[in-house]
């Protein structure tokens, strides 16, 4: 107990209480009457009503939610008589019951003429808030605590005085609910009527940011809310209202379209600033070097900000040099301020488009300077495909390496694409060079010769060449040439015998030895063209020229005739 409490009345105060104690003879049980503090010690407040003895009372009944009691010897308050001489032949006093009747009239009153009342909300309870009245207990549900904004955390409201309006009041049952709401819906109700008439398109207000959506603000301007779509916030593009707006943000609005009858508002923001279109030929030229602000990267551009007033996009053709370019966020940051060059300023979509890649030279222009066809060097694979691989060349140049181009023996060539990581070191040679088409064709199989034409420059065309037999099948046979460089050739059915009736490949058998003239070379299955036809012919010829000719008038049945008996 605190020492301001610890006091007692002098021998001469209580006296002269005493000596007046039976003065009031018109003191009633059940009454509200005025005492006066005489003590206050252990918690316990002792009063003096004018009887024959002092009432005592807790001293909690003082106290008030959220608040201590203040009190002091000889203060007067009002406290309600229970009994006038109980059985210990004591007055029974409540300060409690003398404050919640004098409330409750009070509350009673205000409720009847509709008035409002001052509320302190002392506590959070499932469903809303308890208010304290002037002592008496009332309940603050969440829905009536206000209408024009939505509070995250009812905390803020603890231990603040409210006006308030009672809307239900049962006092057999001790139940009063009041709400906040019913006093904000009423001063919207003016100011919405006020609002209303004063409104006109073109009207410039003052409101506040009520809520944020993908599409738009809702401004409250008090009593009626209006829309500022997305479109209308500023006149370069935003993604989200969030970037620009806050909520409870106060902020000036035009009016630019009222539907009277729905009462519904179409409001603008930027149309408060002059359109910066209307002289973007004054400010901005096609060709110029400006520095602008990356704000958004997607899969095929970037979106740019211009002198802070423009919107500006740079494609993904005009990133980079590269042929193959990867994805714009592994080139650019969102923030980052670049200088671009502009390309063109299209007024229709109030868009000006732009290149960063202009800002450096044409690194295929100088290609030539470094590199000739054939010229082999070392790179690193930077990408894989299902048709190639693409290796770094220089700066902003890739070639590529076709899936064919891998291996002179086109069976192996899925196999080594397959074997093949980023990052790999590997050797090519330049087998084309298009400046103008911006490609750069490369090769690895080509830093070594090509077995077929080193195996032909031995076996030239047309000569004679003998084989073993690895394949029958109805269109011909396949030889094996030289098992070790995995050359072949094929003879077509065709091109088994100059007799038609001989021209059966049941005649060969795999593994056996055939003798053939070389005709040609595939240049898709890289494999020779072979004939024994050919060599049918040519040894007709021979024998011709050996022992006849065309104008002997012997036939060739007769010449090889007696050849063959010889």
Avoid at 130 to 153: E, W, Y
Avoid at 380 to 404: C, L
Avoid at 412 to 417: P, R, T, V
Wanted: include cysteine; aromatic fraction near 6%.
């Amino acid at each position: 107990m605190n020492q301001e409490y610890n006091q007692k009345i002098s021998n001469s105060e209580y006296d002269n209480l005493l000596s007046t104690s039976f003065k009031n003879t018109n003191i009633k049980e059940k009454t509200i009457v005025k005492g006066k503090i005489v003590s206050i010690e252990n918690d316990i407040v002792t009063i003096d009503v004018g009887l024959k003895s002092e009432g005592r009372i807790p001293l909690s009944e003082f106290s008030r939610p959220g608040h201590k009691p203040e009190l002091n010897i000889g203060d007067e308050v009002d406290v309600f008589i229970e009994d006038v001489d109980n059985s210990f032949g004591e007055t029974s006093l409540s300060r409690e019951k003398a404050v919640k009747q004098k409330a409750w009239h009070d509350l009673q009153e205000s409720f009847d003429n509709n008035k409002m009342v001052t509320g302190t909300p002392y506590n959070r309870v499932k469903g809303g808030m308890s208010v304290d009245l002037n002592g008496v207990t009332a309940f603050l549900p969440g829905s009536q605590i206000d209408t024009r904004q939505v509070l995250k955390d009812t905390k803020e409201l603890l231990n603040k005085p409210l006006e308030l309006l009672i809307l239900k009041m049962d006092k057999y049952r001790g139940n009063i609910v009041v709400s906040r709401k019913a006093i904000t819906e009423n001063e919207l109700k003016e100011q919405r009527k006020e609002l209303l008439n004063s409104i006109e398109e073109g009207s410039v207000i003052e409101g506040k940011v009520k809520n944020l959506t993908d599409y738009g603000a809702f401004i409250d301007l008090g009593g009626l809310d209006g829309l500022v779509h997305v479109t209308d916030i500023s006149w370069t593009k935003i993604n989200s209202p969030e970037d620009v707006l806050e909520l409870n943000q106060k902020i000036k609005v035009k009016v630019l379209k009222f539907d009277e009858e729905l009462s519904r508002l179409s409001l603008g923001i930027k149309q408060l600033s002059e359109n910066p279109w209307t002289s973007v030929n004054e400010n901005i030229k096609e060709g110029d070097i400006i520095t602008s602000k990356i704000i958004s990267v997607n899969d095929s551009n970037v979106n740019i900000i211009i002198k802070d007033m423009y919107d500006g996009q740079i494609s993904l053709s005009e990133l980079t040099w590269l042929k193959k370019p990867p994805h714009p966020n592994k080139i650019v940051n969102i923030n980052e301020n670049v200088e671009v060059k502009v390309l063109d300023i299209d007024e229709d979509k109030k868009r000006i488009n732009c290149s960063l890649k202009q800002m450096r030279d044409n690194p295929w222009n100088k290609l030539k300077e470094n590199y000739n066809i054939n010229d082999s060097f070392e790179t690193e694979v930077v990408n894989i495909v299902d048709f190639g691989i693409f290796v770094k060349v220089q700066d902003e140049i890739d070639g590529m390496v076709h899936v064919s181009d891998l291996s002179w023996d086109e069976n192996e060539c899925a196999n080594i694409l397959k074997d093949f990581k980023k990052g790999d070191k590997v050797k090519v040679k330049i087998l084309d060079i298009n400046v103008e088409k911006e490609r750069i064709s490369l090769g690895i199989k080509h830093l070594e010769d090509d077995p077929v034409q080193e195996f032909l420059k031995l076996k030239p065309l047309k000569s004679k060449i003998t084989g073993k037999i690895a394949e029958v099948n109805e269109k011909g046979i396949k030889v094996e040439l030289d098992a070790d460089k995995n050359i072949f050739g094929f003879i077509k059915k065709m091109n088994l015998s100059r007799d038609k009736n001989e021209q059966k490949t049941e005649r060969f058998a795999v593994g056996e030895n055939v003798d053939s003239i070389v005709t040609s070379i595939d240049s898709k299955t890289r494999m020779l063209n072979l004939s024994i036809k050919e060599i049918e012919i040519q040894d007709e010829k021979e024998v011709l020229s050996k022992y006849g000719s065309s104008d002997s008038g012997a036939s060739l049945g007769d010449i090889l005739g007696s050849v063959l008996k010889k």
